[in-house]
C-alpha cells in the first residue's frame, strides 16, 4: 500500500505562485503515475494534472496548461506541481493520488491512494 502526504499549500494573491508537494512511502513500487486532482465543497474531484514516473510522460487539464507544472524526484519519492499566475478559480484543496495503471490517469476512480489534501486559497 502506498501512503501519501501532500503540502504547500496557502493563501496566496491572484497573480502569485504556489508549489505543491507529493511525497509517497510504502511500496512506491507499485506506483506507474501519481496525478494531482483539486476539489471544491460543491464539486466532484477535478483533474490538473499527472505525471509518469518512470518516463516522466505529463499531462494537463486544460485549465493548467501554460500555468502549472509537474516535476519529479525519484530519489526523494516526491512530486512537485508548480502553480503560477494563480486565479481565485484555482481555490480548491488539492489532492494527489497514485495510479499503478498506465492509462486513464484523468480518472479518479482509477487511483488507489490519496493524500489527505492542501488548501490553495486564491484572494482577489
Known amino acids: 500500500q502506498v501512503q501519501l502526504v501532500e503540502s504547500g499549500g496557502g493563501l496566496v494573491e491572484t497573480g502569485g505562485s504556489l508549489r505543491l508537494s507529493c511525497v509517497a512511502s510504502?511500496?512506491?513500487?507499485?506506483?506507474?503515475?501519481v496525478g494531482w486532482f483539486r476539489q471544491t465543497a460543491d464539486e466532484e474531484r477535478e483533474f490538473v494534472a499527472s505525471?509518469?514516473?518512470?518516463?516522466?510522460?505529463?499531462g494537463y487539464a486544460d485549465f493548467a496548461k501554460g500555468r502549472f507544472s509537474l516535476s519529479k524526484d525519484n530519489e526523494k519519492n516526491t512530486v512537485y506541481l508548480d502553480m503560477n499566475n494563480l486565479k481565485p478559480s484555482d481555490t480548491a484543496v488539492y489532492y494527489c493520488g497514485a495510479t499503478s495503471r498506465d492509462y486513464g490517469h484523468a480518472i479518479p476512480r482509477l487511483y488507489g491512494a490519496w493524500g489527505q489534501g492542501t488548501r490553495v486559497t486564491v484572494s482577489s
Open positions: 510504502g511500496r512506491t513500487s507499485t506506483t506507474y503515475a
Open positions: 505525471i509518469a514516473l518512470g518516463n516522466g510522460r505529463t
